[in-house]
């Protein structure tokens, strides 16, 4: 995970094309590079171990995060498809204007299927509002195994549902309803999508912003070349996949609300925002995904930063690569 080096992947012609870290990112990372080798890398399954280091890794970056005065956040409760009570954070500027209605995103957190919570991620979202002057309400939706699919999802799609229907409470356009989401929870943003379009929910939800989204349950053995560089492994894959799905992972009856790369056509989805890291093993699942919209003539913008792996901006919060990155996705969010 933590070796600054350069892998060589051959090709049929004979020419070599080197992947390392982009040189700002390396030079982020060196003096961390004590305290990751201290964290064990886990086997595959053991969630458990996951569950401790993602959040102590996570932890010091959110904390290092400034503060976000002009930013409140309010907890909300929502009933999920089940009965049970989902917590939603409310986080939304101090001043939402009173004239005419806004827009508003449903926002999903990281994971990898099974650790972290909305708490964890308030301060970045807040990050987001302030920047964007947009209403984002966050979903505390459940983890597996202890909630195998399709709790998540349909946990996220409560939300959703909820919001739109409460749309003039807060003031929001519901035409201009989006979802967003990074990683794991790009990947339920990506399903909630789906699920949207196939239960007809009305209005139609207006655009997915997709932060390295995690797409595909077969996307769980090494790629040569890559692996050594990345951050989110093929193990980590592997183990939250099975989480959420059990002994059906590859299998081809995973849903494309558990599973977004499955779905059979993409006719009726909303425009899509996605950006991934050259090191990232999400990679040619995202490109795969997005060149589907493409085809399908759906309103796709793709972004494809080189030299940096999963979750790259909190490791190198300065450098050019989260800068664009930055840039970018606030005027997704703000394209609504």
Not at 189 to 197: C, F, H, L, N, P
Request: with cysteine; net charge negative; aromatic share 8%.
């Amino acid at each position: 995970m933590c070796s600054l080096i350069a892998i060589t992947t051959s090709y049929r012609n004979g020419a070599t094309m080197p992947l390392s870290y982009d040189p700002e990112f390396a030079k982020a990372l060196e003096p961390l590079i004590p305290k990751l080798a201290a964290i064990p890398m886990p086997k595959a399954h053991d969630i458990q171990a996951r569950r401790d280091r993602i959040p102590a890794i996570f932890g010091s970056m959110m904390a290092a995060l400034p503060e976000v005065p002009d930013v409140s956040v309010d907890n909300l409760t929502v009933k999920s498809y089940d009965g049970a009570d989902i917590i939603v954070y409310h986080i939304y500027p101090n001043e939402i204007p009173s004239g005419p209605q806004t827009s508003a995103y449903i926002y999903v957190w990281g994971g990898g299927m099974i650790s972290g919570s909305a708490s964890l991620f308030i301060k970045p979202v807040s990050l987001m509002a302030s920047a964007t002057r947009t209403q984002f309400f966050s979903v505390d939706y459940r983890i597996a195994p202890e909630n195998p699919h399709p709790t998540p999802t349909e946990d996220v799609y409560a939300a959703l549902e909820w919001l739109t229907e409460n749309h003039e409470k807060f003031n929001i356009d519901p035409t201009r309803i989006g979802i967003t989401g990074e990683s794991a929870g790009g990947g339920i943003a990506a399903g909630v999508s789906i699920m949207a379009r196939d239960r007809q929910l009305s209005p139609p939800l207006a655009k997915q912003v997709l932060i390295y989204p995690m797409l595909d349950d077969r996307n769980c053995f090494p790629i040569p070349g890559l692996e050594e560089l990345a951050f989110w492994k093929a193990d980590d894959n592997l183990t939250g996949w099975t989480a959420l799905l059990g002994d059906e992972v590859g299998k081809d009856s995973v849903s494309p609300y558990a599973a977004p790369i499955r779905v059979e056509s993409v006719e009726g989805l909303p425009p899509i925002y996605i950006d991934v890291g050259e090191l990232d093993i999400y990679k040619q699942e995202n490109v795969e995904y997005i060149r589907r919209f493409m085809k399908a003539n759906i309103s796709a913008e793709f972004h494809l930063y080189p030299g940096v792996p999963h979750g790259f901006e909190g490791i190198a919060p300065t450098s050019t690569a989260t800068r664009k990155a930055t840039e970018n996705r606030i005027r997704a969010l703000c394209s609504i």
